[in-house]
């Protein structure tokens, strides 16, 4: 995981909008959040987890098919996040793209990816969950600023004839609640250049309906999780820890309260992270590693939750692969170090040719190379 060095305190907060410590932490569960410096992005973060997750792995850029990078949060609509984090990895045999399921998206990611590599097509992907939330929220609403947090998680999975792995997911969405909790965008929206719409959102500005969604996401955790568990042919008390997407701890009490299991089971670390979104969950279960709470052959099941409406449950048995257990040598390392440094100069090359080329042709009005970058210029849409 990545998370910004900086930390927002509920007390900071209270310097922007009218409310207390005591309020944030007696109806979330949050004491801090991160946020990003005006040098960090959705991108940069997604690329520091990837980057740490390969070394984990020991697995070589080169070798990774597929990204995928779960984000509301974008730089761009295109070119994706996965594609950005792509170029920065040299991860030059690997396709990319991002996937648009809000706080369910990094367990949509995990299946589409366990899909490819169970369908034959793949065999290395690297699934990543990015957010930059402190960019979209509005700074003026106290409903929803003091939730959100930045920072990036990311894992590697690989096909293995091994048992184990990713065993069941359970995918569902409502779009009949999409007007509950949502991020309005620029682009197929005409709102005649203002940046208030008629329903009284803003353009690039989250809102939500917090009881509304408070309601719903208990409804689904309780519902998704035993479903999860079932098609993985377990039941919940065989689960030895659900990683959950990091809303809100009183969500978390009440889900553990309907599903009679006792909460601990639940992890959390939303008290030094907030909601970060599609990154809480791999970012929650780095946490887990960390603190000894994941070992071999557990069960583990993943529940996220959010816009679309959208949920999301999945069940896995937890198994490193032999090969990351010895050989995370030196050598690998440096490979991968040398790939980051190629790939980072191959952009900056690859922009400085193009712009060259460019001075070149306009010096140069009657040679070949002019000639040749008219025509492309004049071709193009
Ligand atoms: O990641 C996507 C999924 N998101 C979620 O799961 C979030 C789900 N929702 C929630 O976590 C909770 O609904 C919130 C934390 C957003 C709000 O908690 P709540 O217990 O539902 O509070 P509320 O909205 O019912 O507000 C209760 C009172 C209101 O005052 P009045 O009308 O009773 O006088 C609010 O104006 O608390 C007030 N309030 C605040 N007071 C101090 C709302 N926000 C704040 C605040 N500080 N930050």
């Known amino acids: 995981m ?21 309020w944030i932490v007696s109806r979330t569960g949050i004491r801090e959040r991160r946020i990003a410096s005006e040098r960090e992005s959705t991108a940069t973060l997604g690329l520091k987890a990837a980057q740490r997750a390969l070394d984990v792995a020991d697995v070589l850029p ?24 792509q170029g920065g990895l040299g991860a030059t045999q690997a396709g990319a793209f991002d996937l648009s399921a809000a ?18 097509s ?52 409502d779009g009949t609640g999409s007007d509950l909790l949502g991020l309005p965008t ?15 959102h803003r353009l690039g500005k989250m809102h939500m309906n917090g009881g509304e969604v408070f309601k719903f996401a208990i409804r689904v955790i ?19 820890l659900i990683v959950p997407h990091q809303a809100n701890a009183r969500i978390l009490q009440s889900a553990a309260r309907a599903l009679k ?3 601990t089971r639940f992890m959390t670390n939303l008290d030094r992270y907030g909601n970060t979104s599609a990154a809480s969950i791999p970012m929650a279960l780095c946490d887990a590693i960390a603190q000894g709470r994941v070992q071999d052959g ?31 040598g030196r050598f690998n390392w440096q490979r991968r170090r040398l790939s980051y440094a190629t790939a980072s100069g191959r952009t900056w090359f690859g922009r400085e040719l193009r712009r060259l080329r460019r001075a070149m042709a306009r010096m140069l009005p009657g040679s070949r190379l002019s000639r040749l970058q008219r025509e492309i210029d004049e071709n193009l849409p």
């Open 222 to 240: 309780s519902e998704s999780l035993p479903q999860a568990a079932q098609a993985a042919g377990i039941t919940m008390n065989d689960v030895k």
């Open 186 to 200: 620029f682009g197929s929206i005409d709102a005649g250049g203002a940046d208030l719409l008629e329903n009284g």
């Open 103 to 120: 706080c369910s998206g990094f367990v949509y990611a995990l299946n589409m990816a366990t899909q490819s590599i169970r369908a034959g």
């Open 2 to 22: 990545a998370v910004p060095d900086r930390v927002l305190s509920n007390d900071d907060l209270s310097a922007i909008v009218d409310t207390s410590d005591e």
């Open 122 to 173: 793949i065999r290395t992907a690297v699934v990543i969950g990015a957010e930059t939330m402190s960019r979209v929220v509005n700074w003026q609403d106290r409903g929803t600023c003091i939730l959100f947090g930045d920072g990036a998680g990311a894992v590697v999975l690989k096909a293995s004839s091994e048992p184990g792995g990713i065993l069941s997911a359970i995918l569902r969405s």
């Open 261 to 263: 299991l006792d909460e």
């Open 298 to 328: 557990d069960y583990l099941a993943f529940v996220g939750f959010g816009g679309g409406l959208s949920w999301a449950s999945m069940v896995m048995r937890w198994g490193t692969p032999a090969a990351a257990l010895g050989s995370a």
């Open 62 to 85: 080169v070798e990774i098919d597929l990204i995928i990078c779960a984000t509301s949060t974008s730089e761009n609509i295109f070119p994706s996040t996965a594609s950005v984090i």
